[in-house]
């Protein structure tokens, strides 16, 4: 658990400082840190989907839409729409159960090359998630983005692991609130 209790400690004191958020620890696996950062990052969108929910509900949102584009949810064992918030949920959870499954992630030392591709389809997903609160729940991003910088944290990190395509990259590169200074991913 060493990790994990590291990146806590270390978000106590610089959640705002991303780069050095994402510098891997010395002696420490780049891989490993990536696998301690999506395990945080499913943490902390579970308190995101919360806010959400305020205002983001089953009839408001029917289909998990970000800007123009409709998706299906893969958190069933064969993909099916499902809400905007019913899709966030069922992400966030079927995350964790990847991250948690022995077989895909067997040590806390290392990670399998082979299992690199479970990073790749849960940060497309996750994505989504902050690409639907973009928008169509703006405020709430906002909001949320100032305070977390959850966003700025994921989409640096999927970029420096090559988790995500450019082209699936949606939201400008520049959300109001963040300063200059935090922009330059
Ligand atoms: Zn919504
Ligand atoms: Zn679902």
């Not at 991250?99 to 806390?108: A, D, K, V």
């Not at 990670?111 to 998630?129: C, D, G, L, N, W």
Request: hydrophobic content about 35%; some cysteine.
């Amino acid at each position: 658990m060493a990790g994990q209790e590291y990146l806590q400690s270390l978000l106590r004191t610089h959640r705002y400082d991303i780069d050095d958020l994402l510098q891997v620890p010395v002696g420490m696996d780049k891989t490993v840190w990536l696998y301690e950062h999506m395990r945080q990052i499913c943490i902390e969108l579970g308190w995101y989907i919360v806010e959400m929910h305020r205002e983001c509900t089953e009839t408001g949102c029917p289909m998990m839409r970000a800007n123009e584009d409709t998706y299906f949810c893969a958190g069933h064992g064969h993909p099916k729409p499902c809400s905007a918030i019913g899709y966030s949920v069922h992400t966030v959870n079927y995350a964790i159960g990847q991250l948690n499954n022995q077989g895909s992630f067997p040590s806390r030392l290392y990670v399998p090359e082979t299992s690199m591709k479970h990073f790749q389809s849960m940060a497309r997903r996750i994505y989504r998630i902050f690409a639907h609160a973009y928008f169509h729940h703006r405020e709430i991003f906002e909001v949320q983005e100032n305070a977390t910088f959850l966003y700025a944290r994921f989409v640096k990190l999927a970029r420096k692991y090559e988790l995500s395509p450019e082209s699936l990259i949606i939201i400008p590169e520049l959300p109001t609130t963040i300063s200059a200074d935090d922009a330059d991913f």
